[in-house]
């Protein structure tokens, strides 16, 4: 039976790797796409229709992880011009999928980096 505590640790660890990889300094030079902690806030996927209609909706399109896998990281900036998805694809690669309203138009790109595979489930020692 798996524990509670090691899914925990499992998505944990995921979502770790996912914040650490997007970073600013740990993205390359070649894009001006970066989390910065102070002007991002993680937000659930349920909460994304509190910011209106234009925003929920690019999160709907973003929102497009592999099923089965571990849940996404949801993200807005404090101006509400950016929105971040973030998942974790099965062979560990670290995808940034986001939209930035620039002249208001909402501009998506999306940026795949090579991540920590995602820890197996059995391997988690809880000693």
Not at 5 to 21: C, G, P, T, W, Y
């Amino acid at each position: 039976m798996i524990s509670n505590l090691k899914v925990e640790i499992r998505l944990q660890d995921a979502h770790e790797d996912l914040l650490n990889s997007f970073a600013g300094d740990n993205v390359r030079s070649s894009t001006s796409f970066s989390i910065d902690p102070d002007d991002f806030e993680i937000i659930k996927f349920s909460d994304t229709t509190n910011f209106g209609n234009d925003i929920s909706t690019e999160f709907d399109e973003l929102e497009n992880s592999p099923i089965g896998l571990l849940v996404p990281i949801f993200l807005i900036n404090k101006d509400r011009d950016k929105v971040v998805v973030l998942y974790k694809e099965g062979d560990g690669t670290n995808v940034a999928r986001y939209s930035e309203k620039i002249d208001g138009k909402w501009i998506r790109n999306e940026i795949r980096k090579e991540g920590r595979p995602i820890p197996d489930i059995d391997s988690i020692d809880l000693d």
